[in-house]
């Protein structure tokens, strides 16, 4: 058996609409986004490989890897090379991690100046230890007035050249500590373009279900500008739903996607309102899979593209009756021949396995506490700047 490199009409063309659509476009700035859809920015996955592949799915807005700002003003060689994006490719969104309103003014005017980008989010979701103990990530939304001067920073910086600013959030710290509200009443009023919600606090990190009841609520609070919904978006009915259950304006799609790019299709197809595209046989996601290859080939080279490819290998295959030898030879692949040899080995016309859907992802239990500063929770008004470590590299929120 050949593994074909052409993908199947059924997932990467759902059609012609046939109906009106049953929601309205997203709009962030002077960007209009149809489907109201936004891939997560997730470190070491969306790069512009993933991106591209996913676009070729479905339209929507898709964010390039989180960047932190004092790596960029910097000016890291590591990080720039993180600002790819595909000539087709627009609006370019960048998103940003800072927690030093002035580091972060000065990273947006840099953005603005070299043009390296055409929409700006900035991310207060992270909850990753390292990160909340130093102050930054969920923690920060906590301290109102830093938080607000941090979003006027990116926001006066970003509006000479009409580049829109958003906003990425967690409920709050813990259920004691709920920041959501104010943080997007301030948002709103510092002039950002949208603010997303992932609706768990920063003890439940990825774990358990994401209330989307907070998402009702901000949409509530905040009334002038987009209110977007992330969490548990494993299919494009669950987008649905939760358009349906909060009243949102979009969905961000994160965990869902790995290993599932076709999600898009079937995102594209739901928003349309148009029958789900036949989900992908054990062949053709392997096709989708080498495209994937091909094209972190093409963006890191060789060695390094495979290599990169390998932790998104058990996502694709997840459900799929794939032997352990085969599974563990792909987990350690390292030429194109040898992945297409490995490929031709799999049963072609097994069917997408129900087993495969719902959770995809990093999950676990949530924390026992969230680390954060000696006496971080003293005075939510105080505006000292947290320390420097807090930009360490994070996986998002």
Same mark, same amino acid.
């Given at each position: 058996m050949s593994v074909s490199t052409t993908l199947p009409d059924p997932v990467l063309s759902p059609g012609p609409t046939t109906q009106p659509a049953p929601h309205r476009p997203l709009t962030v700035g002077p960007y209009e986004v149809w489907p109201p859809v936004v891939l997560a920015p997730m470190?070491?996955? /969306?790069?512009a490989s993933f991106r591209k592949l996913c676009r070729e799915f479905g339209a929507g807005l898709y964010v390039c890897?989180?960047?932190t700002t004092r790596a960029l003003v910097a000016r890291d060689r590591k990080t720039f090379e993180m600002i790819r994006f595909d000539e087709a490719e627009h609006p370019r969104s960048l998103q940003l991690y800072g927690v030093d309103p002035t580091v972060v003014g000065d990273a947006v005017r840099m953005i603005v100046d070299e043009n390296l980008a055409d929409h700006i989010d900035l991310n207060?979701?992270?909850?990753?230890p390292k990160v909340t103990r130093k102050g930054g990530g969920s923690a920060l939304p906590y301290k109102r007035k830093l938080f607000e001067a941090i979003v006027r920073s990116a926001v006066?910086?970003?509006?000479p050249a009409g580049i829109p600013v /958003?906003?990425?959030?967690r409920v709050g710290i813990?259920?004691?500590h709920i920041t959501f509200l104010d943080a997007g009443r301030i948002a709103e009023d510092s002039g950002v373009a949208a603010v997303a919600?992932?609706?768990?606090t920063a003890i439940q990190h990825y774990s358990g279900t994401a209330d989307w009841d907070r998402i009702g609520e901000l949409k509530q609070a905040v009334t002038s500008v987009p209110v977007l919904g992330n969490g548990d978006i494993f299919a494009a009915q669950d987008a649905l739903d939760m358009m349906a259950a909060t009243g949102c304006d979009g969905v961000v799609v994160g965990r869902g996607c790995q290993g599932r790019p076709w999600l898009f299709a079937e995102l594209a197809a739901a928003f349309d309102g148009l029958p789900a595209p036949t989900p992908p046989t054990l062949g053709e996601a392997a096709a989708i899979l080498r495209r994937h290859a091909v094209l972190l080939m093409a963006e890191m080279g060789a060695d390094r593209g495979l290599r990169d490819l390998r932790k998104h290998i058990a996502w694709y295959l997840k459900g799929?009756?794939?032997g352990s030898d085969i599974r563990r030879e792909l987990g350690m692949v390292a030429t194109l021949d040898q992945l297409d040899g490995l490929l031709a080995r799999l049963d072609a016309d097994q069917p997408f396995p129900d087993a495969a859907e719902g959770p995809r992802g990093r999950q676990g239990s949530p924390q026992r506490t969230v680390h954060l500063p000696y006496g971080w929770l003293d005075d939510p008004d105080a505006d000292v700047v947290p320390d420097q470590e807090a930009e360490s590299d994070t996986s998002g929120g």
């Open positions: 470190a070491g996955i /969306t790069n890897e989180m960047i207060f979701g992270c909850p990753v006066n910086a970003a509006q /958003t906003v990425k959030m813990d259920p004691e919600l992932h609706a768990r799929f009756a794939v």
